[in-house]
């Protein structure tokens, strides 16, 4: 069976000894109710919020989980670590696939653009060749010496 219990707050007590002890000089000051209740409202709460004395910011927070209760407190943190495991992972694995990507772009881009760039200036190259050789294939269509356009010019490479 279930027992209840009051239980008399500490502070309030002490409050209360230091406010006789104080007003013990023969003074004739009653307070009233009314007056009694505003003012332990006054001490207890401020614009912050309440005031509790020698109480760390940590014990607080771990007071906190006495809220919840224990199978609560278990499926959340269940809840908090596989979502913790799977974002790991999934950063690992978005790593890794980087990884891959930039080292094939390097190891197989690189030298595929550098041959394409060799190969266009071999080209350009042989062109000069011909041209030079040719005599004058700059001239314009009709003029003397003229290459026709029919003709080939130069070789060709397979693709091209």
């Known amino acids: 069976m279930v027992k209840i219990e009051e239980v008399q707050d500490e502070s309030k007590k002490v409050r209360q000894q230091d406010l006789n002890a104080e007003f013990d000089d023969g003074d004739e000051w009653e307070v009233t109710d009314d007056e009694s209740d505003e003012e332990d409202f006054e001490d207890e709460v401020t614009e912050k919020g309440l005031v509790v004395p020698n ?9 906190l989980r006495d809220i919840l209760a224990p199978e609560t407190r278990a499926a959340i943190s269940k809840t908090f670590r596989v979502a913790w495991a799977y974002t790991f992972m999934g950063g690992w694995l978005t790593g890794k696939l980087i990884w891959i990507g930039v080292t094939s772009a390097l190891l197989v881009g690189l030298p595929f653009a550098l041959s394409v760039e060799d190969e266009s200036r071999l080209i350009t190259q042989e062109k000069e060749i011909a041209s030079q050789q040719g005599g004058a294939p700059l001239m314009a269509p009709g003029a003397e ?7 080939p010019q130069g070789l060709r490479p397979p693709g091209f």
């Open 145 to 151: 010496g003229a290459i026709p356009a029919d003709s």
């Open 55 to 63: 109480e760390t910011l940590w014990e607080r927070i771990s007071a």
